[in-house]
């Protein structure tokens, strides 16, 4: 599921007047069974069983097929409620609700689910119950793959990453033990950070910077338009 295609659902839902659900598959990979002959034998860390051929039965998390397994376990799912996958984005799903005047939609990102529906919960419930699927952190939508969502005071939806910042900037503390600086401007006039000629950092620092610039290109990506020129020149 693309962001744009999360913007546009949330549009679809407060355009349709369709309550957002925001909810989390526990666990989803284990939820779905592998489609290939997968074993391996048994270390000492098995201990008794140390040497035994394990068969794999679950989609475990490591495995290269496991995403196509579950998603293909989801697709059957949604299929089974009545959702289609849309023609745009395939992570997108739809169905009319139940007297016919609107379509009700479920935004997907692996085990993320945004939900647009005139009754979100039963579709939880379903999911629980039917399904016997490990859901959490289901509810009205409030935070959702790193991005705050509240009405402001004239009912508008907003979309701020507050929170993610916030991590950021734990993140950042933790590595370096202290603040950031702080600037009243984006860059500096006449700063060419790519001609920086200073030492090579080791793997250690190179892994840092790689998790830092990542961590800033998601938050440009969730709305953090004014910090875009100096994360794509550091990047």
């Known amino acids: 599921m693309s962001i744009c295609g999360l913007c546009i659902v949330l549009m679809l839902a407060k355009l349709n007047d369709l309550e957002l659900w925001g909810a989390d598959i526990g666990n989803a990979y284990l939820e779905a069974f592998t489609d290939e002959k997968l074993y391996i034998i048994a270390g000492p860390e098995f201990e008794e069983l140390e040497g035994h051929i394990l068969v794999f039965y679950k989609a475990l ?16 799912i949604m299929k089974d409620l009545g959702f289609l996958p ?10 009319e609700n139940k007297d016919g005047t ?6 997907i990102y692996v085990d993320d689910l945004l939900i647009a529906m005139e009754n979100p919960k039963e579709m939880i419930d379903q999911l629980k119950e039917k399904f016997k699927l490990k859901i959490k ?31 950021i900037l734990e993140a950042y503390k933790n590595m370096f033990g202290g603040d950031p600086k702080s600037s009243k401007l984006p860059l500096d006039k006449n ?15 190179i892994q840092k910077y790689m998790t830092m610039i990542g961590q800033l290109q ?16 550091m990047s």
Request: proline share 6%; charged share 25%.
């Open 137 to 167: 952190g289901d509810g009205p939508l409030d935070y959702h793959l790193g991005c705050d969502y509240y009405l402001d005071p004239d009912g508008t939806l907003v979309a701020a990453p507050r929170k993610y910042v916030s991590k």
């Open 102 to 107: 609107k379509y009700e939609y479920v935004a």
């Open 86 to 95: 849309s023609k745009a984005d395939p992570y997108i799903w739809y169905r």
């Open 61 to 76: 998390y490591g495995l290269k097929s496991s995403g196509l397994r579950w998603s293909e376990k989801l697709h059957d």
């Open 191 to 205: 700063d060419h950070p790519e001609l920086n000629n200073s030492e090579l950092v080791g793997p250690d620092q």
């Open 218 to 233: 998601w938050a440009v990506t969730l709305g953090r338009f004014d910090i875009l020129s100096q994360v794509v020149s």
